[in-house]
């Protein structure tokens, strides 16, 4: 199992930053690939970014340019910096941890919310 906890959530004006940051433990050398996704109210969780064991990134479009992933594998951590939030981007974020197996494992942060308001 892999245990998550998400920090850094909060309430930021438009066009201001947070960077989140998501801790994993448990089994943690299966994991292959980290990622943050969002889901807003009346919507469905959607993914953000994603980030590789081996370091590959993929982001979605709507945050392409203002979201950076990064891993920390020494502190076991993958974090979330967000530039130019908009109000668009307020939702509650996950931390999402897939394992090797088969089969293939997801596990999830309790989540952290992200308000952008002015």
């Known amino acids: 199992q892999v245990q998550l906890v998400e920090s850094g959530g909060g309430l930021v004006q438009p066009g201001g930053s947070l960077r989140l940051s998501c801790v994993a433990s448990g089994s943690i050398l299966s994991i292959f690939r980290l990622g943050w996704y969002r889901q807003a109210p009346g919507k469905e969780r959607e993914l953000v970014a994603s980030?590789?064991?081996?370091?590959?990134?993929n982001y979605e479009n709507f945050v392409k340019g203002r979201f950076t992933i990064t891993k920390d594998d020494a502190k076991n951590t993958v974090y979330l910096q967000m530039n130019g939030l908009k109000p668009d981007d307020t939702a509650v974020y996950f931390c999402?941890?897939?394992?090797?197996?088969?089969?293939?494992?997801?596990?999830w942060g309790q989540g952290t919310q992200v308000t952008v308001s002015a």
């Open positions: 980030i590789t064991s081996g370091g590959d990134t």
């Open positions: 999402n941890a897939e394992t090797l197996g088969p089969p293939i494992e997801a596990h």
